[in-house]
């Protein structure tokens, strides 16, 4: 790190913003108090960019952020903002930004706010840098978001439990899990829960196929069944499966499940702290040693960075080993 950029940085900005994930609290006060650590003034702006467009913000200092680490949601509020979407909504952020003294910008989100955090500082020259939060693992450039282990961990729990009503009746569940785009929910959960077919939208699957695997599973003498369905899947949604497989298995008790948003909340798991608290770490020092317009991220372990334009532009692979592996197993 270039030690005299490191002693320039004065103030800075951090926001979240898209949908909230657990998590997003421990980077807020990883930022904070990383800033605190090295003498940076820090403002908090409130509701992702519509806070910076109307300046509804506050100073954050190291007790600010305190008893936040284990909350889920975020203390400065998200959302996805319009306004931003265009130059004059920009301008206005800028505007504000340059009010305040603030020479960098920490954005806290998903793919669309890094959409927003790239314009932002292409058009005016304001450093930027990301850190995944979203509980979909949909960014390119890192193994792991922030809130996708939480969000894992409550849809495991969340299975489990219709498990035991599923086999007590004997009953076939469609489960639908959120992942707007993407199945990394629906797979890692998916083999954690055993479901029998796990659904993704990067997978074509048709259903005669889903449908086969049931009847065979019946044949073997398998008398409950989950099958595991993302948002985003091509063929339709849970009930629509369901309705179609009726057709098929008349005699199967057959129910449906959407989880739907109790997956984006509740206290972080361990993993996504400490995830959290790294990630904002290095997004303050990469601000400190003068980078902009990157995401921070973990591969293999280890911190990371990526250009924001291709944490934007490319699509993280699902792991086609994940899904020859839930094939194995789901008997
Ligand atoms: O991106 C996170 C996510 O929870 C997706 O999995 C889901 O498709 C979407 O947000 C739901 O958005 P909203 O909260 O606006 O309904």
């Given at each position: 790190m270039d030690k005299d950029m490191g002693k320039s940085l004065k103030h800075i900005g951090v926001l979240t913003s898209g949908g909230d994930a657990p998590g997003m609290n421990a980077a807020i006060r990883s930022v904070v108090r990383t800033c605190t650590h090295h003498g940076i003034e820090v403002t908090g702006f409130y509701e992702g960019y519509q806070g910076v467009i109307d300046d509804n913000a506050e100073t954050l200092d190291a007790r600010a952020v305190a008893h936040i680490i284990n909350r889920g949601g975020t203390m400065l509020r998200s959302a996805r903002c319009a306004e931003f979407r265009t130059r004059e909504g920009r301008q206005k952020a800028y505007d504000n930004l340059k009010k305040r003294g603030i020479e960098g910008l920490v954005v806290i989100g998903g793919d669309g706010s890094f959409t927003g955090a790239s314009l932002l500082s292409d058009e005016f020259d304001i450093p930027v840098i990301g850190i995944p939060g979203t509980i979909d693992n949909d960014i390119y450039g890192t193994d792991f978001t922030i809130g996708f282990d939480t969000a894992l961990?409550?849809?495991?729990?969340?299975?489990?439990?219709?498990?035991?009503?599923?086999?007590?009746?004997?009953?076939?569940?469609?489960?639908?899990?959120?992942?707007?785009?993407?199945?990394?929910?629906?797979?890692?959960?998916?083999?954690?829960?055993?479901?029998?077919?796990?659904?993704?939208?990067?997978?074509?699957?048709?259903?005669?196929?889903?449908?086969?695997?049931?009847?065979?599973?019946?044949?073997?003498?398998?008398?409950?069944?989950?099958?595991?369905?993302?948002?985003?899947?091509?063929?339709?949604?849970?009930?629509?499966?369901?309705?179609?497989?009726?057709?098929?298995?008349?005699?199967?008790?057959?129910?449906?499940?959407?989880?739907?948003?109790?997956?984006?909340?509740?206290?972080?798991?361990?993993?996504?702290?400490?995830?959290?608290?790294?990630?904002?770490?290095?997004?303050?020092?990469?601000?400190?040693?003068?980078?902009?317009?990157?995401?921070?991220?973990?591969?293999?372990?280890?911190?990371?960075?990526?250009?924001?334009?291709?944490?934007?532009?490319?699509?993280p692979g699902i792991d086609r080993n994940l899904m020859h592996i839930a094939e194995i197993v789901s008997l």
């Open positions: 961990n409550t849809v495991v729990d969340a299975v489990d439990r219709i498990r035991d009503t599923a086999t007590s009746h004997n009953r076939l569940f469609f489960i639908e899990v959120m992942g707007r785009d993407s199945g990394f929910i629906a797979l890692n959960a998916g083999i954690a829960v055993g479901a029998t077919n796990i659904l993704i939208p990067e997978e074509s699957t048709e259903l005669d196929e889903v449908i086969t695997k049931l009847k065979t599973g019946r044949e073997n003498g398998k008398t409950s069944s989950i099958v595991l369905v993302a948002e985003g899947e091509k063929m339709g949604d849970a009930l629509f499966m369901a309705e179609e497989t009726k057709k098929h298995l008349p005699d199967y008790d057959i129910r449906v499940s959407v989880l739907g948003h109790m997956q984006r909340g509740g206290n972080p798991t361990c993993a996504d702290r400490v995830l959290a608290t790294r990630l904002g770490v290095a997004a303050v020092e990469q601000l400190m040693a003068g980078h902009s317009s990157v995401m921070c991220g973990v591969r293999n372990g280890s911190v990371c960075t990526v250009s924001i334009h291709d944490a934007i532009s490319r699509k």
